[in-house]
């Protein structure tokens, strides 16, 4: 096992470099678990590295725009005459999976990252992770 000061450090050295496998003209309708590879090292320089394979959230969900009603109307001063209404595409259960990083022929640390394990349409965010 790492010390505790080591784990601490290639957490914060962590670099994700994600290649995604899918063409958008394949994904259907509604949002899905989809996956792809990600290279994981403890450092710029690559000192120790890993791949796995993670899931995403892919996909769409409905949206529309419609005349606003007139309460919205008054309410902004004839401002906010388009109302819409949407849904995206989000991770909604997250689970750690361990990833394996190999540091030179003998030496090997182990990870945790994180991957989605369901997605659902919902309230469009910036981010919640």
Known sequence: TMPSCRAAIISLL????ASPCWSYKAIGPGCHLHPFDVTIKSDRRG???GTHVVQACVGYCESSAFPSKYSVLLASSFKHN???????????KMQK???RLH???IHHEEIEIFTAKSCQCDMCRLSRY
């Not at 962590?14 to 470099?17: D, N, V």
């Not at 388009?82 to 909604?92: D, E, F, H, L, Y």
């Open 82 to 92: 388009v109302t819409s209404v949407s849904q995206c595409c989000t991770i909604s």
């Open 97 to 99: 999976i361990k990833v």
């Open 47 to 49: 000192t120790c590295r």
């Open 103 to 105: 540091c030179g022929a």
């Open 14 to 17: 962590l670099i994700l470099t």
